[in-house]
């Protein structure tokens, strides 16, 4: 029999998995499964759409190594596929002397980690972005801009081409594993493989429990990141040309409301980061009564609540008020007004949360039996796609053996 991958989850981490193993493994089929009647539809398709340079990241991490070449490969895919992206690079901006003396430990961070930055005072702040307020600033030229609904696009196209059968519509809801193989159970009926992908995002924790037996170690939160459309008068000049972001707090994972030109034109403020009632809760009306008790049920929610409530309460306030999301984006642009900001679409980040409450930070990986559990993958998953595939494909073809 030929051996065959199935790939659960069409985001950007189950399609750039895929094309590599159409390199990797030639000789094997390769079939995606997506629940969604469109691909890229969750995470990859509603996010900032940053092509992040990598200097957030510890060191040796795989966050660090992963999104560095990431940077890279994302970009020569894009030009070589005729996607558009732009090259504008970003600015992070410290308000406060605390934020000031952690700019220099990222400057230190991005040279450790090979990424090119520079710190530039107040003066030249102002030259370079004069609607910018801040103490310092660290500027990053080589971060980028992208659609990658378009990048997935792109990735579903060459695998169309060579041949992978990618089904939508179709759910991966349940495995089971024999000595040959796994059977893995669609809403259209079973499918026998030799090797299995979970790369299935928000629920990928809910996957992995379909062949994994033991005690849950990690469940999926679900952070909403909320955008507001910065809404400039007609022909008025750009507001800025690099993206603007915070100095980020180390406490916590995410980066921080900043100000992102999308590649199609418009100008957003977000994401903040705030729990979702359900893991597609992309609004505040969304409630899944089984995402709910799944969280409340898992130890780790509760020892999150118990240390993070302070910073939780700040989110969820800054989410109900949108003077309070205005204010944290005029701490860096001042001129920008409550009634410039107008509501649009989010993202939800499926963020890993251990039982001890912790977030983990590092994308994290995992095989057991015949399956490849994409266990986190949270920013710069994205900008990491290819190479995250190329990790995840080694490891299923290595299953094939
Ligand atoms: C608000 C926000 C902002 C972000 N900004 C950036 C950024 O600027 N730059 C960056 O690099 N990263 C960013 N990220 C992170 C990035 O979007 C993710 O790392 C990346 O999209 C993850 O891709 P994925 O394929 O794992 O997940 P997803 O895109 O969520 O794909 C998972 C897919 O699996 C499918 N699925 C689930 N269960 C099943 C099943 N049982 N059967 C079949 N299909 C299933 C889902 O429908 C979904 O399509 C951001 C994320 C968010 C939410």
């Not at 729990?275 to 969280?295: F, I, N, P, T």
């Amino acid at each position: 029999m030929t051996a065959r991958v199935v790939v659960i989850g069409g985001g950007i981490i189950g399609l750039a998995t895929a094309l590599a193993l159409t390199r990797q493994r030639p000789d094997a089929g390769v079939t995606v499964l997506e629940k969604e009647k469109q691909l890229a539809s969750h995470q990859t398709g509603r996010n900032s759409g940053v092509i992040h340079s990598g200097i957030y990241y510890r060191p040796g991490s795989a966050k660090a190594t992963l999104g560095v070449k990431g940077h890279a490969s994302m970009i020569r895919f894009c030009s070589e596929h005729g996607i558009r992206y732009e090259q504008c690079g970003k600015l992070i901006v410290a308000v406060t002397e605390l934020e000031q003396e952690r700019l220099g430990g990222l400057a230190e961070r991005a040279a450790s980690n090979g990424v090119r930055c520079r710190l530039v005072d107040r003066q030249e702040m102002a030259e370079l972005e004069p609607n910018v307020t801040g103490r310092a600033a660290l500027e990053v030229p080589g971060t980028a801009i992208v659609d990658y609904r378009q990048v997935g696009q792109g990735m579903a196209d060459l695998l169309r081409a060579a041949g992978v059968d990618i089904r939508l519509g179709q759910a991966g809801v349940g495995l089971a594993e024999g000595p040959a193989g796994v059977t893995v159970k669609t809403n259209d009926g079973p499918l026998a493989a030799s090797a299995v992908v979970n790369c299935a995002g928000l629920w990928s924790d809910r996957v992995a429990r379909l062949h994994q037996r033991t005690r849950r170690q990690v469940v999926i939160a679900p952070f909403r990141g909320e955008y507001y459309d910065v809404v400039r008068p007609p022909g008025a000049p750009p507001l800025i040309s690099r993206l603007i972001y915070p100095v980020p707090d180390p406490v916590y994972p995410f980066l921080g409301v900043h100000l992102t030109r999308g590649i199609h034109g418009h100008l957003h403020a977000g994401p903040n980061a705030v729990l979702a009632l359900a893991r597609h809760g992309y609004s505040w009306r969304d409630v899944d009564a089984r995402d709910l008790a799944e969280l409340a049920t898992f130890p780790g929610m509760w020892r999150l609540g118990a240390r993070h409530w302070r910073e939780g309460g700040r989110e969820l306030y800054r989410s109900l008020r949108r003077h309070a999301f205005g204010e944290a984006v005029r701490r860096m642009v001042p001129v920008i007004e409550d009634d410039q900001l107008v509501r649009a679409p989010s993202g939800v980040r499926a963020q890993a949360l251990s039982r001890r409450g912790e977030l983990l930070d590092d994308f994290v990986i995992e095989t057991s039996g015949r399956v490849v559990d994409v266990i986190n993958a949270p920013s710069p998953g994205a900008t990491a796609s290819l190479e995250i595939g190329e990790v995840v494909a080694a490891r299923a073809a290595a299953l094939l053996d």
